[in-house]
């Protein structure tokens, strides 16, 4: 599946490392970094999907995104990756597709993001179905690329959250499953935004520290995507007896 992600809007915060990992399938580990592990919050749209073998499907060109996020590794092959906790989506195709094919914890929801200005928009998120009300509302800018944006190297904080190549998820049988992403790197650049309501967090169990969001803003970014596959462990390495031939 190929997919363009548009004016996306990262906000991350620091949760301890327990409560984060008390929340994972068994088989998940979290990613952390300077001793913390993360929740990021990612509002964006979607548009240019396009299924392999399938001709344009109408109902899927464009529309809404809302993630809950952590970054983790799998115990089988210590792979770096990404692990969702929700994903909102106001298109009920997109929630179907999304279910069916990649298992992933997909809601329906009433959603706009409406652009106020170069870089700006507005974004509007309400759960359906959900008691208590799950909403995320929020303003976000791009202030654009900056010199500690502009290349992103590893062991940075930009390079731990945006250089994932897969997401992890469970089937219906309860197997740990595992989808490869590729993309170029994330152009990313520093963001401001004023975040009235997150009651994504508290939702699955946590509550935000009482601190400022570590904030990202990026254009665009096309992701190729494939076919999920179950994640099995690394071939572990074994002694080869070999017999002595006396000379």
Known sequence: ???????????????????MEALLPEWLEVDSFEGSAWMGVVPF???????????????????PDLNLRTYVRDRFTRTPGIYF???DSSNLLAVTVAHAIYHLPYRLAEMHMEPRAEREFAFYSRRRFARPEVIFKARYRGLGPTYKTAEIRPGSLEFFFSERNCVFSTNRAGQPIRANLHHVPWPLEEAEAEIERNDLAAAVGIELPKLEPVLHYSRRLAVYVWPAELLRPALATRPVTVAATPT
């Not at 599946?1 to 409560?19: E, G, S, Y």
């Not at 749209?45 to 529309?63: E, H, M, Q, T, Y």
């Open 1 to 19: 599946m190929t997919q363009r992600w548009n004016d996306l809007l990262f906000a991350h915060w620091p949760i301890p490392v327990p409560l």
């Open 85 to 87: 906790f929700s994903v």
């Open 45 to 63: 749209w979607l548009d240019r999907i396009k299924i392999r073998g399938v001709p344009a499907i109408p109902g899927l060109r464009s529309f």
